[in-house]
């Protein structure tokens, strides 16, 4: 079973920042958390992954608690490209990912 | 960096026989690939995970003689589905570990598999 838990569903307005929330009160000392994204009909997207600081890069940033229970992926000005299903996944220990049922981020017009 | 391919994008083809495919890294070496599967409006369930010079471990449930899996060199893993079925219609997804210390996946864009 997926080991995070994320709202089934979530509206963005286009330009503003998506504010992509995630649980993963089980996560152990040695697991990152990684998004992934997925437009219709296509292999999911690497997005972004992190262990214990803030990462950014050119898609996002991720933004993890303290006690790393908990982290928000946010897309600064998102587009109506970003419209998608983003999954929030904490990394296994041999490597495998197991895939949740993810947000679907809807941006609108 | 970090490109995956497959092929075929998509095949249909006719119950009782088998498909093969492709999943490469194009820019970097994977010693670890995983095969998905994914139905519609469903997440993606792994099927399997591919390991270079070894034979696969695949997940509860899933058929090791139905879903044969070769991971012949560093850049390729295939997947073939024996005397395939309607049921078998699906989503197919592979991914390549990246070895940089975080188990980054980078994904292949899948193949449409129908079975008539």
């Known amino acids: 079973d997926a080991k995070t838990t994320q709202p089934p569903s979530m509206d963005c307005a286009e330009g503003r920042a998506a504010n992509l929330p995630c649980n993963h009160s089980?996560?152990?000392?040695?697991?990152?958390v990684y998004w992934y994204r997925q437009i219709h009909s296509q292999g999911p997207q690497y997005i972004i992954h992190?262990?214990?600081n803030n990462e950014t890069n050119e898609m996002a940033s991720l933004i993890i608690t303290e006690d790393r229970k908990s982290s928000t992926l946010i897309l600064p000005h998102a587009t109506l490209r970003d419209t998608a299903v983003y999954y929030c996944?904490?990394?296994?220990?041999?490597?495998?990912?197991?895939f949740g049922k993810g947000t679907k981020l809807s941006v609108k017009p | 960096g970090a490109v995956v391919s497959q092929h075929p994008s998509w095949v249909i083809c006719k119950s009782g026989t088998s498909v093969k495919i492709e999943c490469r890294s194009l820019?970097?070496?994977?010693?670890?690939m995983f095969w998905y599967r994914q139905f519609p409006k469903q997440s993606l369930m792994l099927m399997a995970t591919?390991?270079?010079?070894?034979?696969?471990?695949?997940e509860q449930g899933v058929e090791k003689d139905k879903f044969l899996i070769n991971h012949a060199s560093l850049t390729l893993s295939t997947l073939t589905v024996t005397s395939a079925h309607p049921e078998d219609s699906s989503f197919y997804i592979c991914?390549?570990?990246?070895?940089?210390?975080?188990?980054?996946?980078?994904f292949g864009p899948g193949t449409r598999l129908t079975v008539l």
């Open positions: 996944i904490v990394g296994g220990s041999q490597g495998n990912l197991i």
């Open positions: 991914s390549a570990r990246r070895e940089t210390g975080t188990d980054t996946q980078y």
């Open positions: 591919s390991n270079e010079g070894s034979k696969a471990t695949y």
């Open positions: 820019d970097f070496q994977a010693t670890t």
């Open positions: 089980t996560i152990s000392g040695n697991e990152y």
């Open positions: 992190g262990l214990k």
